[in-house]
C-alpha cells in the first residue's frame, strides 16, 4: 500500500494527513 502512494503523488495529496498518519502507523505496527 505504502509502494503504490509514494508511487503516485497526487494520491497523497487526496488523502487527508489525519488518514494518512493512520495509515502509517497502522503500516509501521502491521508485522511484516
Not at 500500500?1 to 494518512?20: K, N, Q, R, Y
Request: contains cysteine; proline residues 9%; negative net charge.
Amino acid at each position: 500500500a505504502c509502494v503504490s502512494i509514494t508511487s503516485i503523488p497526487g494520491s497523497a495529496e487526496i488523502i487527508s494527513e489525519p488518514l494518512g498518519v493512520v495509515l502509517v502507523i497502522s503500516a509501521w505496527n502491521y508485522p511484516f
